[in-house]
């Protein structure tokens, strides 16, 4: 059995991943830490935690295995020496999920409490980096939105049959916001209500480019852009490149591959970064929706030209997306447009993939529980990849419903 601790059991995903351990066959949890609420029971904190007999203490005890509920910049500091220690820890928090300490530093607007190690940090999106989970020691929780987002586009990325030009629009559920007691979180301010927020940049975004930039078929870059930027110069974006020049005559032929030319050559400038990876312009836009859990992503992107038949690109990117989840246990292609409570309470990911064939863009609709999928259950996931237990255990649990 191994010894479980956690580190700032006192927020809303603390609580959760008290409320998961307590089922699981091979961890037990042991040792509680809150500041704000140490020597207080962790049944005096979160009564529906009576199962539990514990106090909160202000550091953890002895363990095997830690994860960091902590917020950011707290979390590296006590992380760090758990890491070199040799303890395996799941960081819940965003400290280790960038991998330039400048990034993180432009982003949280402190600098990185340790950044030598970044490198040994694993991004524990387990279903797209199982193998650096495994091997890991220290793993960085994916954030909830990003999660919900790169679920829903790795398939269509990893194909190579969208562009680079991302629109992510994603609805969440109150309790993404913690336990405090920011007016706007109130239910009188809440309720019946939905508004936008983060639209000059919410600290996941570089998140999201960042795993998105590391799995982008680089070979195809450059071909992508031109494609784009002849569609848009023609004016028919769905239109193949030759299709497209055969149609003009010399004038407008010249005119155009050499607006395609300076257009790709903006467009590698702001896509590209370091040696050889495009990084992709992602718009994305956060909701605050008056429910507790859940987050809603729908993703748009341009279908590159040719990737897809005409008549048939709904089925076929159904059909490339069950491929790519095939064989997932948290992570499942759907036939309809899911609702979030359809995940409420446990760590699946729905995703909904189809093509809308006017505009010829991607269009992908996922949700989870942002406690859970979102936070706890992907840390417990994560927990048994690193020790070799099967990814299910603890966790293989349907939704609450209703």
């Known amino acids: 059995m191994i010894k479980v601790g956690i580190l700032n059991v006192t927020g809303y995903a603390g609580a959760e991943l008290a409320r998961l351990l307590y089922s699981h066959p091979e961890a037990q949890l042991v040792s509680v830490s809150g500041r704000s609420a140490a020597g207080k029971t962790l049944v005096d904190v979160f009564p529906h935690l009576a199962v539990y007999d514990l106090t909160i203490g202000e550091e953890i005890g002895d363990v095997d295995f830690v994860f960091s509920a902590l ?15 040799g303890i395996p820890v799941v960081d819940i928090s965003a400290d280790f ?8 530093a432009e982003w949280y607007g402190t600098e990185h409490p340790a950044p030598e190690l970044l490198s040994q940090a694993a991004y524990g999106l387990t279903e797209l980096n199982r193998d650096a989970v495994r091997q890991s020691k220290l793993i960085a929780n994916p ?32 309790s993404g916001a913690g336990r405090g007691l920011d007016l706007k979180y109130h239910f009188g301010e809440a309720a019946e209500s939905v508004s936008a927020y983060g639209l000059s940049g919410h600290r996941h975004l570089p998140e999201i480019v960042q795993e998105l930039a590391a799995m982008w078929p680089k070979e195809t870059g450059t071909e992508r852009g031109t494609w784009l930027a002849v569609g848009v110069a023609s004016r028919s974006p769905g239109a193949e490149l030759a299709t497209a020049l055969a149609d003009m005559d010399e004038q407008q032929r010249v005119a155009v591959l050499e607006t395609a030319r300076e257009w790709t050559r903006k467009r590698q400038e702001r896509f590209v970064y370091g040696a050889d990876e495009l990084r992709p312009m992602v ?10 859990r859940g987050i809603l992503s729908t993703c748009y992107a341009p279908l590159t030209a040719g990737a897809l038949p005409l008549g048939v690109a709904g ?19 759907v036939d309809s447009p899911p609702a979030t409570k359809q995940t409420r309470g446990n760590n699946m990911c729905l995703v909904y993939p189809t093509v809308d064939a006017r505009t010829e863009r991607l269009v992908v609709v996922s949700v989870l529980d942002n406690l859970v999928k979102g936070a706890a259950g992907q840390a417990i996931q994560n927990m048994n990849a690193m020790l070799g237990f099967p990814e299910t255990m603890g966790l293989d649990v349907p939704a609450v419903y209703p």
């Open 143 to 174: 954030g909830c939105f990003p999660e919900s987002a790169l679920l829903a586009l790795a398939p269509a990325v990893k194909a190579g049959i969208i562009g680079p030009e991302i629109i992510i629009d994603s609805k969440t559920g109150i």
């Open 71 to 85: 917020p950011h910049a707290a979390s590296a500091e006590s992380c760090a020496p758990l890491v070199r220690a």
């Open 283 to 292: 718009t994305f836009t956060p909701h605050l929706i008056p429910m507790t």
């Open 315 to 333: 089925d076929a990117v159904r059909e490339l997306y069950q491929d790519f989840f095939g064989g997932e246990p948290f992570a499942r292609v």
């Open 97 to 104: 999920r960038l991998h330039d300490p400048k990034e993180y």
